[in-house]
């Protein structure tokens, strides 16, 4: 399989963890972004990455959030001390830059209990 | 800001219906639009995009949208849907001259009883 890649696919975590997602995109897309999509909305925009550069971040992501793409591949999304707000479907897309597509993958589901 | 607004966020038809899902967005400059579906337990997948050209687009699965620069409208149509297109639709514009963060509608939930 050649698609955007994310693990865990569900994670359930007690209130005041720690937890940290991965995300594989396609190889050659030198793009990656994080979104969050909760019931009832559509995917929301977190951060986005061209190569290993984080470009911008949304103000949703609050201080607790942190994501890297370290050698500019693979990209990890912590949330530290977790609430229960952050219940959510976490997303990952990958594109080609000016591309303008970008390619999702199935997602972390996230239970904060 | 940009928006988009979907009008329908649940929509029930029976198969051989005809299908019309709204989408407006704000931002009024040269815009990228498309339309995103997820079907049951699957990934967000591309369903058809307009970038510059005719503004009648085509894609997948006999899916349809045009795109009306007038009415700052994108709405997805199908002549004659089918039980497998239950999913949810989302439609999608870039942030204003943007090419890399793209504005999610809050999607349409369509069920096809069959």
């Known amino acids: 399989d050649t698609g955007v890649s994310q693990n865990p696919r569900h994670k359930i975590t007690k209130r005041g963890q720690n937890v940290t997602f991965r995300c594989d995109p396609i190889?050659?897309?030198?793009?990656l972004y994080w979104y969050r999509q909760t019931l009832g909305q559509g995917p929301e925009f977190l951060t986005y990455?061209?190569?290993?550069?984080?470009?911008?971040k949304s103000r949703l992501l609050s201080d607790r959030f942190s994501a890297e793409r370290p050698k500019g591949s693979f990209s990890t999304l912590e949330i530290q001390r977790t609430e229960q707000g952050d219940s959510a479907m976490y997303l990952c897309?990958?594109?080609?830059?000016?591309?303008?597509?970008?390619?999702f993958g199935a997602g972390t589901r996230l239970s904060v209990l | 800001a940009q928006s988009v607004s979907q009008h329908n966020h649940h929509v029930i038809l029976s198969e051989a219906a005809s299908l019309e899902l709204g989408c407006n967005y704000s931002?009024?400059?040269?815009?990228?639009l498309f339309w995103y579906v997820q079907y049951p337990g699957q990934h967000l997948q591309l369903l058809l995009k307009?970038?510059?050209?005719?503004?009648l687009v085509k894609g997948i699965k006999g899916f349809e949208a045009e795109f009306i620069k007038s009415k700052f409208s994108f709405n997805l149509r199908k002549p004659s849907v089918q039980w497998s297109d239950t999913a949810e639709y989302f439609c999608?514009?870039?942030?204003?001259?943007?090419?890399?963060?793209?504005?999610f509608g809050k999607g349409t939930r369509l069920h096809i009883l069959p």
């Open positions: 990455f061209q190569n290993e550069a984080q470009l911008e």
């Open positions: 307009y970038f510059s050209g005719d503004p």
């Open positions: 190889s050659e897309h030198n793009r």
């Open positions: 897309a990958s594109s080609l830059a000016r591309q303008g597509i970008q390619y």
């Open positions: 931002y009024g400059g040269t815009v990228n």
């Open positions: 999608a514009v870039p942030a204003p001259n943007r090419d890399d963060k793209i504005i």
